[in-house]
């Protein structure tokens, strides 16, 4: 079985300052973490994945994100927040050799105030 | 640049109607998806197919078929449409073997609207 929870329904954030959307994952076996933004009336975007090798992965548009097994973690990160950053974000999971069918999220209202 | 589109931006209907949700990717993946997306629930998986002509249910295939008869086309049909289907449908693709690691690509979104 894998679940993945985000529990935050919205982050606010003021621009330039750091951002952090929480995710956390069950998994029985290793888990591949992904995460997706979507902005207004669009499909998802991937951002940045992690599989394997470094627990600190970087994506696009700046964000990056680290995995901890201990914690069963992987948070959504970025330095300097911008407003054009406002969007919907899901965490995704799923277990390695499993089935390739990933749960997702129910996302993050990410609100970027200028 | 890899593309998934879906038919429609926009699709109303009345109660009882067939409808048809049509996607096509042009990525030569084997597996695609569909979700629909709810305020609070995120995104539910519908069905999914690995092949041509095949085809597996997901979480909430109840009330849907789908069809896959070429590999770049997947589609979703509400057999009689009820207004607890208005939603927004999400179409997904990916590769298989190694990239079956790899993320998923998302259409735009077609939603819906049942009177």
């Known amino acids: 079985a894998q679940s993945v929870a985000q529990p935050e329904d919205q982050v606010n954030v003021a621009e330039g300052n750091p951002l952090t959307v929480k995710c956390t994952y069950s998994?029985?076996?290793?888990?591949?973490l992904f995460w997706y933004v979507q902005y207004p009336n669009r499909g998802l975007q991937f951002l940045l994945k992690y599989i394997t090798g470094d627990n600190l992965v970087k994506g696009s548009y700046g964000f990056e994100a680290e995995f901890n097994k201990s914690q069963t973690s992987f948070h959504l990160k970025k330095p300097s927040a911008l407003v054009s950053d406002s969007a919907l974000y899901f965490c995704?999971?799923?277990?390695?050799?499993?089935?390739?069918?990933?749960?997702f999220g129910r996302g993050t209202s990410l609100i970027v105030h200028p | 640049d890899v593309k998934v589109t879906q038919s429609s931006r926009y699709l109303v209907k009345r109660t009882g109607e067939k409808v048809f949700l049509e996607c096509v990717q042009d990525?030569?993946?084997?597996?695609m998806f569909w979700y629909r997306q709810d305020p609070g629930l995120g995104l539910r998986l519908i069905y999914f197919?690995?092949?041509?002509?095949?085809?597996e249910k997901g979480d909430i295939p109840e009330g849907y078929s789908v069809s896959r008869e070429k590999k770049e086309r997947f589609s979703l049909i509400l057999e009689s449409a009820s207004t607890n289907q208005t939603s927004m449908y999400l179409c997904?693709?990916?590769?298989?073997?190694?990239?079956?690691?790899?993320?998923?690509?998302f259409g735009p979104g077609t939603r819906l609207t049942v009177l």
């Open positions: 990525m030569d993946h084997e597996n």
């Open positions: 197919s690995y092949d041509v002509k095949m085809k």
């Open positions: 995704a999971v799923r277990v390695s050799g499993g089935s390739y069918i990933p749960t």
């Open positions: 997904a693709s990916r590769g298989k073997g190694a990239v079956r690691d790899n993320e998923q690509f």
């Open positions: 998994v029985s076996g290793n888990p591949y």
